[in-house]
């Protein structure tokens, strides 16, 4: 949860905070509008050029700088990764069911504004083009960052994802290590 100023900069409200994003330039934290299934299938399924974020709260990947706004857009295309803090619309059965099958470890590198590590564990060739499945995002399972300064109270967040959905044409190198 995240604080929220009142017009004189007092803290007055809590934020709920639901998902975050990944982009080139801030980590985003906040509440995807409208969503009604588990956020992968949400961005799998999304056809429109933005994503609208409520209660939104930006953090620079690069600077100190946190921006506070009540909605924001987030064009898809800027996503490196995503994950669902809170599982509002989703089986966990079917969840843990599908956590099972990632066990092939690789480093996946970002060569972006903010170069960045991500390491973990996925199904097998999930970052590769699948012309059945057609889809555009990956789970890394128990994902590390590396090259993000996670000491960052805003930033620190990452450390403790269980998983990170990730857009596959956003990864410049893919070490598959199994």
Known sequence: MNEKPDQSGNLTASLFVEDL???DAFLIKGRLKNKTKRLSNTLEDHRSRYLAVQDATLVSLSTNE??????V???VSELICAHELVDVAGDDAMRRLADNDK???IRA???GAVQFELSGQIEPGAYEANAVTGR???ILQAPKFRGLDLSRRELAVLEALDYAILR???MAYVYDLA
């Open 21 to 23: 994003f990944l982009t």
């Open 66 to 71: 946190v921006i506070k706004t009540p909605n």
């Open 73 to 75: 857009k987030v064009n």
């Open 103 to 105: 066990h092939h470890q």
């Open 109 to 111: 590198f970002y060569n």
């Open 136 to 138: 555009d995002y990956f």
């Open 168 to 170: 596959k044409d956003r």
